[in-house]
């Protein structure tokens, strides 16, 4: 069975960096399972799915803008070190993790320490970069109906 709209598809992937590293917690084999042409899934991989089938191997080139977005110099900031929780384990081009003033989790790269204030970059590591998926499609089926449902729900609650 090819995928076409109304499949169910599994993908097993990895995930590489065009021109640069992985970050640890994304550097592991994945899993992605969806409904195609109903689930939300990037333009790049749904164009390059299309007839393809199980057991089929994929390498697909996804552009940053459909990753983790452009990279952004305006999220570069100086920030006070008495902001810092854990101000005195700070290390240049390494990357934090801090809870904000909301309780939102916060997570920066210090690219200068200086005393009293670091500049840090709260880009993503990998914005502004190319990803390539490498994986092979474990399954291709008729959706069921729990399926089509399942995504229907899934659309309009995020709406």
């Not at 399972?33 to 994929?58: N, S, W």
């Not at 390498?59 to 900031?77: D, R, S, V």
């Not at 790269?109 to 970069?129: T, W």
């Amino acid at each position: 069975m090819k995928i076409d709209r109304d499949t169910f598809v599994t993908i097993n992937y990895r995930l590489s960096v065009v021109d640069g590293e992985l970050p640890e917690d994304l550097n592991r084999p994945l899993i992605s399972r969806f409904l195609y042409g109903r689930d939300p899934i990037l333009p790049a991989i749904e164009e390059a799915l299309i007839d393809h089938k199980e057991g089929d191997e994929i390498q697909i080139t996804i552009p940053p803008e459909q990753g983790f977005g452009p990279y952004n110099p305006y999220l570069i900031k100086k920030v006070p070190i008495s902001n810092i929780n854990y101000s005195g384990q700070l290390k240049e081009r390494q990357y934090y993790e801090e809870f904000g003033s909301s309780g939102k989790l916060i997570k920066f790269c210090v690219k200068e320490l200086y005393d009293d204030y670091v500049i840090a970059d709260f880009n993503h590591p990998l914005a502004g970069k190319s990803l390539v998926l490498n994986g092979t499609i474990s399954e291709v089926r008729s959706a069921s109906m729990s399926d089509v449902m399942a995504a229907i729900n899934t659309c309009t609650e995020s709406s």
